[in-house]
């Protein structure tokens, strides 16, 4: 843990939580703590007492800049998912953020809305719910998609406004990589009475029938229940109509699929209030992408005294006995040419009571059940034509209130379920790395460095293509992960510029190792590791090829915009025009070693960082010395190296090297100079 400022800190329950080595920064004004939790421990909550957010404040006036990370971390570490989080997501295509998002009973009292500026935010100090705000961020939704490569399914509660959902729609538009799917559902289970939402839209229907000229009982129908139905899909109308409106019209049922969830034990009404769609709009298909139910199976059918096999056996009943009904409902989808999909299902053996609790939860633990789960998904989901199924949930502790989670703690994924999730999606096809395809990514050598760029070339990296700037959620944190892939050098997180299928471009941890380094790719389908040549300064120009030679990539640094130089016409979009004696330049370069202030690892830099000694800095142009004027990191991996082009005897394409303590980038890079 760490804070800017000072306080006195202890747990708040001594015998589960406890502070070791703390120590007081004042340079920094910053203090740092290992705090201890036992065991067993349910809350951490800790005291902080005597507080001065600086040295010269007094006291009791609070602390700023909280940061507390869990072990394995490094107390500095910008990563906002654990890696066990990241990589327990592997097996799925789609993730649901019903709960992330806290779309359950966070509706104000109708007539009250939720407007945009009621969200959660990144800079907010917690992510958890306080006043109007529910739910995390919408920014750490995008986050997590981009990172892991996965569809989303999101909920949008049912008192936001308009302007909400147009917001939201283009936040998402702006910072989801197009490459991912939207499922959309208009907040959930607006049927059942145990959450507010349902009030909420009993209330709104009740208002618009008493204002009058509603679309919802125009056809005389007067039954409260009915009319509700029918609002729940008049919204989500309104939602595809206003993401329409941001993505459009070709995005909807493509990458924006809006879903209509109802009460799966009454198919009737599904049909009633799709007829009613079809009457009032059109078509649901234009609307809607697919259809969507429950598909849980419980043991209430099981004996009080019911042994984990007798559990088991009443389970897998349910499970068939739902077959008929999962029939009606795909007649219904396919009737009006929609999907049919599951927006919950798996085990359920929650309600609360306590009657023979201990079999309910082992039944969840028994090899048994590993069959069961794909019994009930592979047979009568999909074998009845089925298309996806979301699995609820996750992870979660058992208890008498439901054995929901695939896993019990998301530390540990061996387990019957999570077994059951892999059997069915089939062995993933490992990562390759091939034979000498680490290498510098700006020179192409089987030389790699610290704090620079390595391209990383094989295959089964990932499913997508795309780069770090959708990973980025607040403008500085480099992302770990990328697409599904993650990098380690030497056991420490890389960060990862662009992931594909056959390439990964990542940022090497700083250091000064020698050596021979051991590069790891880990991805959901397994991990793969190969052995690289590192050095501590391995200086490389980044480059273009144009007539078959190589090019460095370099600015005129006295211009007011980008001119690179070039031979006119040679880089197609931007301006460029050759060099000549005299000129001042901006070359671009990496692994040119440690700076003299540490920069700040894994975030987006926001100030130049120079070279601890600028004597060790060479740069001749044919053989000529030019006058290196500054040298340093100035993007994150990315030297940025100032010279005055000296006097020169020729024009055309000449060689440049840059020379840092002894060691020279490669001879076959050239620029072009005018006489």
């Known amino acids: 843990m760490s804070f800017s400022g000072q306080a006195n800190l202890s747990g708040y329950d001594a015998s589960g939580?406890?502070?070791?080595?703390?120590?007081?920064?004042?340079?920094?004004?910053?203090?740092?703590?290992?705090?201890?939790v036992k065991l067993g421990a349910g809350v951490l909550s800790m005291t902080f007492t005597n507080t001065k957010p600086t040295a010269t404040s007094a006291v009791h006036t609070g602390t700023t800049n909280l940061r507390l990370i869990r072990p394995g971390y490094a107390g500095d570490s910008t990563q906002v998912y654990t890696n066990e989080f990241l990589d327990s997501l592997a097996p799925f295509s789609t993730i649901r953020f019903m709960g992330f998002t806290e779309t359950n009973n966070s509706d104000p009292a109708y007539p009250a809305v939720t407007d945009w500026s009621d969200r959660h935010v990144i800079t907010d100090a917690t992510q958890q719910s306080y006043g109007a705000k529910h739910g995390a961020a919408w920014e750490y939704v995008a986050?997590?998609?981009n990172q892991t490569g996965k569809d989303i399914w999101i909920?949008?509660?049912?008192?936001?406004?308009?302007?909400?959902?147009?917001?939201?729609?283009?936040?998402?538009?702006?910072?989801?990589?197009?490459?991912?799917?939207?499922?959309?559902?208009?907040?959930?289970?607006?049927?059942?009475?145990?959450?507010?939402?349902?009030?909420?839209?009993?209330?709104?229907?009740?208002?618009?029938?008493?204002?009058?000229?509603?679309?919802?009982?125009?056809?005389?129908?007067?039954?409260?229940?009915?009319?509700?139905?029918?609002?729940?899909?008049k919204r989500l109308v309104e939602i595809v109509n206003i993401f329409k409106g941001v993505y459009g019209d070709e995005a909807i049922n493509d990458s924006v699929r809006v879903v209509y969830a109802w009460w799966t034990i009454f198919p009737d009404q599904y049909t009633a209030v799709l007829n009613w769609v079809k009457e009032t709009y059109g078509p649901p298909s234009q609307f809607f992408y697919a259809l969507a139910q429950t598909h849980y199976f419980n043991d209430s059918h099981a004996?009080?005294?019911?042994?984990?096999?007798?559990?088991?056996?009443?389970?897998?009943?349910?499970?068939?006995?739902?077959?008929?009904?999962?029939?009606?409902l795909h007649a219904v989808a396919?009737?009006?040419?929609?999907?049919?999909?599951?927006?919950?299902?798996?085990?359920?053996?929650?309600?609360?009571?306590?009657?023979?609790?201990?079999?309910?939860i082992l039944a969840n633990r028994d090899p048994g059940m590993r069959d069961l789960i794909e019994h009930d998904v592979r047979d009568n989901w999909f074998g009845r034509g089925g298309d996806l199924y979301m699995y609820f949930a996750l992870s979660g502790a058992y208890s008498r209130y439901g054995c929901w989670g695939l896993a019990e703690d998301i530390m540990s994924l061996n387990t019957v379920k999570f077994q059951a999730v892999q059997d069915m999606v089939g062995p993933p096809p490992t990562p390759i790395i091939n034979p000498g395809a680490v290498l510098n990514s700006a020179s192409g050598a089987a030389i790699?460095?610290?704090?620079?760029?390595?391209?990383?070339?094989?295959?089964n990296f990932t499913s997508l293509a795309y780069g770090w700037d959708w990973a980025i959620p607040d403008g500085k944190t480099l992302p770990s992960m990328v697409a599904g892939a993650r990098v380690h050098i030497n056991n420490q997180d890389a960060y990862v510029s662009y992931a594909s299928p056959t390439q990964l471009n990542?940022?090497?941890?700083?250091?000064?190792?020698?050596?021979?380094?051991?590069?790891?790719?880990?991805?959901?389908?397994?991990?793969?590791?190969?052995?690289?040549?590192?050095?501590?300064?391995?200086?490389?120009?980044?480059?273009?090829?144009?007539?078959?030679?190589?090019?460095?990539?370099?600015?005129f640094g006295d211009s007011s915009e980008p001119v690179y130089v070039a031979a006119d016409g040679a880089l197609v979009g931007v301006k460029s025009r050759p060099a000549k004696s005299g000129d001042r330049l901006q070359l671009f370069a990496e692994g040119l070693g440690a700076t003299a202030m540490p920069y700040p690892v894994g975030q987006v830099l926001t100030q130049p960082y120079p070279l601890a000694d600028l004597s060790q800095v060479q740069v001749t142009v044919d053989n000529l010395p030019a006058v290196v004027q500054f040298a340093g990191m100035t993007f994150?991996?990315?030297?940025?190296?100032?010279?005055?082009?000296?006097?020169?005897?020729?024009?055309?394409?000449?060689?440049?090297?840059?020379?840092?303590?002894?060691?020279?980038?490669?001879?076959?890079?050239?620029?072009?100079?005018?006489k």
């Open 303 to 328: 004996a009080n005294n019911a042994s984990t096999a007798g559990v088991l056996a009443a389970m897998r009943a349910d499970s068939d006995n739902g077959i008929a009904n999962t029939d009606a």
């Open 143 to 145: 986050l997590l998609a």
């Open 17 to 36: 939580v406890s502070i070791k080595n703390q120590v007081y920064n004042s340079a920094a004004n910053r203090t740092s703590a290992d705090v201890i």
């Open 506 to 555: 990542v940022l090497a941890p700083p250091g000064t190792f020698a050596g021979t380094a051991t590069v790891d790719v880990i991805t959901g389908n397994g991990t793969v590791s190969a052995a690289a040549t590192m050095l501590p300064i391995s200086p490389a120009f980044f480059t273009f090829s144009y007539n078959s030679y190589l090019y460095l990539v370099s600015v």
């Open 155 to 233: 909920n949008i509660r049912a008192s936001a406004t308009d302007d909400y959902v147009r917001q939201l729609a283009t936040l998402l538009h702006v910072r989801l990589n197009p490459a991912l799917k939207i499922y959309i559902e208009h907040s959930n289970e607006v049927w059942n009475p145990l959450f507010g939402q349902n009030a909420y839209n009993l209330a709104a229907t009740q208002a618009e029938i008493k204002k009058g000229g509603s679309a919802l009982n125009r056809d005389g129908a007067n039954d409260l229940n009915t009319l509700a139905a029918r609002r729940h899909a």
């Open 334 to 360: 396919q009737g009006f040419g929609l999907k049919h999909v599951v927006y919950e299902g798996g085990p359920d053996n929650g309600g609360g009571s306590t009657t023979n609790v201990g079999s309910r």
């Open 636 to 674: 994150a991996g990315v030297f940025q190296v100032n010279i005055q082009v000296p006097q020169l005897a020729r024009g055309g394409d000449l060689p440049v090297v840059l020379t840092v303590d002894g060691q020279s980038t490669p001879a076959n890079v050239f620029m072009n100079f005018q």
């Open 448 to 459: 790699i460095a610290p704090g620079s760029f390595v391209s990383i070339y094989g295959q």
